[in-house]
Antibody, heavy 115, light 107 residues
């Protein structure tokens, strides 16, 4: 059974940092490009970042460029999102997902940026 | 970026109705389209991928069609559990984009 399990979300003050993790199982993680997608309260879905299967190709949404860093550890079947300089508008549920010949999503981890 | 235009934004229907939601891409995405159902407080649930492939465990009353730039999600014989918000998503490029959502309400 394919599983993507996010963790690391929580409450953080503006300007603070968080590191999200996504543990993958049930598929050959190292063969799949991965993405982070977020959903702010009451809003639609927004792509955040992409990393290729090898980790050599990375893209970010303009809204997080320079503040967020995506990475992966294929030996640990894990995906990460380091979020720095957090803003109120980064408050959202963050999902890890893969979109290719198969589509898999995790259940999400909530991030709240508030003073 | 590929823009996804979903319509209608709200749909009022009754149990047993057949409903169709449309999604239009700003450029051709071949069949790289997925449909999701989302209920409040829950993660999106994958219904359809590759435009017309039903995800395992999804009832057969859901069906997807189209290719290129025009896509549809059809729900045959709407059930009480189907009242939710539905999103389309293109994944033809690394920068995936989503439609604005269609809320299916009880008439």
């Amino acid at each position: 059974e394919v599983q993507l399990v996010e963790s690391g979300g929580g409450l953080v003050q503006p300007g603070g940092s968080l590191r999200l993790s996504c543990a993958a199982s049930g598929f050959t993680f190292s063969s799949y490009a991965m993405s982070w997608v977020r959903q702010a309260p009451g809003k639609g879905l927004e792509w955040v970042s992409y990393i290729s299967s090898s980790g050599t190709t990375i893209y970010y949404a303009d809204s997080v460029m320079g503040r967020f860093t995506i990475s992966r550890d294929n030996a640990k079947n894990s995906l990460y999102l380091q979020m720095n300089s957090l803003r109120y508008e980064d408050t959202a549920i963050y999902y890890c997902a893969t979109f290719s010949s198969s589509v898999y999503w995790g259940q999400g981890t909530p991030v709240t940026v508030s003073s | 970026d590929i823009q996804m235009t979903q319509s209608p934004s709200t749909l009022s229907a009754s149990v047993g109705d057949r409903v169709t939601i449309t999604c239009r891409a700003s450029q051709s995405i071949s069949s790289w389209l997925a449909w999701y159902q989302q209920k409040p407080g829950k993660a999106p649930r994958l219904l359809i991928y590759k435009a017309s492939t039903l995800e395992s465990g999804v009832p057969s009353r859901f069906s997807g069609g189209g290719s290129g730039t025009e896509f549809t999600l059809t729900i045959n014989s709407l059930q009480p559990d189907d009242f939710a918000t539905y999103y389309c998503q293109q994944y033809s490029s690394y920068l995936v984009t989503f439609g604005g959502g269609t809320k299916v309400e009880i008439k």
